[in-house]
Every structure is written in C-alpha cells, then in structure tokens.
C-alpha cells in the first residue's frame, strides 16, 4: 500500500524532535524505520498523504523537516512524465529539423548572361520553384529542366540539381551571332589642348603632324577623302598621342597614421536563419577601442544533410592606430605619387607622366601644401561622325 500511495525518508532536526515523535504516535500518522543521526536529528520513513500533515507538528515543537529519498508510484510516475516531456521535445526538435530541411531555402542561377536572373526565377516559379517550397512537391529535376529550358527560349541547355535546401538552376545560352555594328563615316578631333608627339593614320588621312599645337575639338585624322567631283567617306582610324598640361593642388599629412594589429582577438559565434542570428558564444562588449572584424560562414550539417542553417564565426581582432612622423621630402613625394595614380586611373595606363613641376609649396597645420604642373603624354584621339553624309 505504500509503495502505491508513495513514502519518503525524511530528516527531522530540532532539540523536540522527540516530543514531534510522540505527537505523531498520539495523532496515529504512519511513520518506521526512526532512527536517531545525531543530537536532535532524526530520520524516519512516512507515507506521502501524512507527509503533508506534518506541517502543524512541526510550527508547534519547532522542528525542520528535510526530504531525503522518495519511493513508490507517484513519483515514478512524474519520472515517467519528465522523461516523456524529454522524448517528446526531442521528437518535435527532430521533425521540426526534418520540415525544415524539406523546404526549398535559396534559388541560386548560375551560367546566365543575356537571359535575366529575374527571368529565370519567374519561370521557375511558374514550375513550382520558390523559397519555401516543399522539397517533396517539385517535380523529378530532369523534368523540371525540360520545362525550363521549354520557357526560356534563349537557352540552349537548362540544369537543375537540389543541393539540400539549395536549388541551382544552370543555364547554359544559345550563341547568337553578334550583329554587325555599323559604323557611320567619321573624323578623328582632339579631346584636349595638346602638342601632338606622334600620329598614325590607320584608315583616313592626318592633317596634323608632330610637334603641332592643337586644341580641343580640331581635326586629327580625316574621313573624307577623294576629289570634289568624286568625294570618298570612310571611318577614320588611328593612334594619335600628345602632350597635355594638368594642375594639382596636393595636401600630405606630416604624420602619417597606421593599423597595426596587436595579435589580442575574441570570438563570436551565431547560428544564423535567413537573416535572423542568434549568438551563442563570445557574449559581452568588445573590449577593444579600435578593432577589425573578420566573419566566416559555414554550413550546418547533420550526417549527409545540410539544414538550412549557417554557422557564423566572428574574429574579432584590436587594432592600434600608430602615428608616424615623417619629413617634409618623404611627405611631399607621396603626395606626388597620389597624384599620379589618379592621373593613371583618370587617363588610362597607357598615359605616361613626363615632367612635374612644382609650383608652390608651403607647410602649415601639420601638412604640406603643393600646387604641382603635370605634363602627361596620352591617348587625345576622340571619334566625332561626319555630317551630311549619305
């Protein structure tokens, strides 16, 4: 009957526990097994239903009661309830992980050039392709390939492959032959104002030569050739290179500023869902004042199956920000040399800084202030289309 109704071994401490005992006999609660543990403690087995009664025995002699071992039916059964919770969370956790990895998560279009990647997804979306679809309800992909490539009349091979929650969509284009640009008759003018060091007439005929002086917008290379009773047209071509003038105002800090890593670095981590992310590791502020961030990703698997989770990764590494001095010739050449990588970036590679010449120079709040003549040779050549012409 106990074993039914459930029992507990408690520990009885107080200076009465023995008037307690007495009470309990006089009020006929259950109680065996009484053994005395040390002065006023006492432990004793007690059947649950009168475990609960104890409560106004105890408030009268002053004496604590402390469970140490339960038995019987009730509390295997909220064992058995504990352990139910426990298998039937970790159940829901694995098929909430199955659905999950049944849905279509990313559409990723690879191989496509003229065809749009809009163009491709809305006919893939016509064939049932789109995020958050259900893996099991796509059709076979050889078919899904016919039915794209059906749709998109500019591709000659169309691919699809399941990549876990991932669909790729290869596309592979038909080659159309490139028509054929018409070119209109047309002169070759100067860009710019410049002294010509070299043209080469490929098609038409130079009407300048070296070592002239030109201006923006004058005729280089002709397109009209022949005679005024059978005039000749053509597209002229060719290589034309001058000397052209440009003025810089140039500003160089005389302290120069740096990062320098300190090698010091923490770690995040963040399991990421779409754009949501959750951190799990590296909590806290970052303790550094200056720093860079390096992230790497990963994907998430379990066994051959990749859920539709990234594993993020943040280094996070201190920087420090170290001031140099330098001299006022080492800040003025690097000055210079900004100023010729953004001629090469604004005029091509091919143009080439001949001389510099430094107009002015003067030094005040911690810079060098420079106004500097560039004479760069380059590419003037400027196509410009005859008019009146048939």
């Keep these: 009957m106990g074993k039914i109704r459930g029992y507990v071994k408690v520990q009885i401490r107080g200076q009465h526990s023995e008037q307690l005992l007495n009470l309990l006999l006089a009020k006929r609660i259950t109680i065996w097994d ?28 002053g004496c604590r009661v402390h469970v140490m071992e339960r038995h019987g039916l009730p509390f295997s059964v909220g064992q058995v309830r504990r352990r139910s919770f426990f298998v039937t ?3 829901l956790f694995l098929l909430g992980l199955y659905m999950l990895s049944s849905l279509v998560w990313t559409i990723e279009v690879k191989g496509n050039e003229s065809i749009s ?4 997804l809305a006919a893939a ?34 691919g699809v492959t399941r990549q876990g929650t991932k669909i790729v969509i290869h596309i592979v ?13 047309r002169n070759i003018v100067a860009r710019t104002d410049a002294i010509i060091t070299s043209i080469i007439a490929e098609e038409g005929k130079a009407v300048v030569k070296p070592n002239d002086r030109v201006r923006k917008g004058q005729l280089l290379i002709s397109g009209g050739l022949g005679s005024p009773e059978s005039p000749l047209t053509v597209v ?31 770690e995040k ?10 951190q799990v590791s590296g909590y806290g502020e970052i303790p550094y004042y200056h720093y860079e961030v390096k992230t790497e990703f990963s994907d998430v698997n379990v066994g051959m199956l990749t859920l539709p989770l990234k594993w993020v990764k943040e280094k996070i590494m201190e920087v420090q920000i170290v001031e140099e001095a330098q001299e006022q010739q080492e800040a003025v050449q690097i000055g210079l040399q900004h100023a010729r990588s953004d001629i090469m970036a604004k005029y091509g ?31 003037i050549a400027e196509e410009q289309p005859i008019i009146g012409t048939s």
Excluded at 173 to 185: D, F, G, H, I, M
Excluded at 269 to 278: F, T
Excluded at 350 to 363: D, F, G, M, S
């Design 117 to 120: 990647t809009e163009q491709v």
């Design 34 to 61: 009484v053994r005395r543990t040390e002065d006023h403690q006492v432990s004793l087995f007690i059947i649950v239903p009168d475990f609960f009664r104890l409560r106004p025995y105890l408030k009268k002699t």
């Design 89 to 91: 969370g970790a159940f």
């Design 236 to 266: 002229a071509k060719g290589s034309i290179r001058g000397l052209v003038w440009y003025e810089y105002s140039i500003q160089s800090p005389l302290i120069s500023k740096q990062k320098v890593m300190t090698g010091q670095s923490v």
């Design 349 to 379: 590679p091919n143009a080439r800084v001949v001389t510099e010449k430094i107009l002015h120079q003067k030094t005040e709040n911690g810079k060098v202030k420079l106004k500097v003549m560039f004479e760069v040779e380059q590419s």
């Design 125 to 158: 979306h016509q064939e049932g392709i789109y995020p958050f679809q259900w893996t099991f309800r796509l059709k076979d992909t050889e078919d899904l390939s016919k039915a794209l490539h059906a749709k998109l009349s500019s591709s000659s091979w169309v």
């Design 269 to 278: 981590s963040y399991v990421q869902l779409g754009q949501r992310r959750l």
């Design 173 to 185: 284009e038909s080659t159309v032959p490139k028509a054929r640009k018409l070119n209109n008759p």
